[in-house]
């Protein structure tokens, strides 16, 4: 099993909840957050922001952190769904983190593992 943690643009949040859903995910977490990377948040290089008269370049910008927890074999197809259903081209479309999931429990059930998913 996989986790991907997936961020995004806001507005690419109904496109990858159908993707996941076409793929038949069993759940996923959803948070908004705020981050930076490659487009270090610029979005004008001449905004400037002023908050208790002081002058502040704000380097952050909303995104959105989706968590969900595949079987190994769906990671590719999804992988290649995000890539071709939510790129633009641009910076700051966002990335996705793979991460090993050593075991799964469905705490209602006991069921363990792919189960549990």
Known sequence: MKELVII????????VKEILDLKQCGGMTISSVMGCGTQKGVVDENAVNV??????????LPKIRVE?????GDVEDIL???RD?????????????????????R??????DEKAL
């Open 80 to 82: 290649t769904e995000l």
């Open 68 to 72: 969900v927890v595949v079987k190994d």
């Open 85 to 105: 259903k939510i790129a633009t081209g641009h910076v700051g479309d966002g990335k996705v983190f793979i991460r090993n999931i050593e075991g799964a429990m």
């Open 8 to 15: 995004i643009r806001p507005e690419k949040l109904e496109k």
């Open 107 to 112: 705490l209602r059930t006991g069921e363990r």
């Open 51 to 60: 908050i208790k008269g002081f002058k502040i370049n704000i380097n952050l």
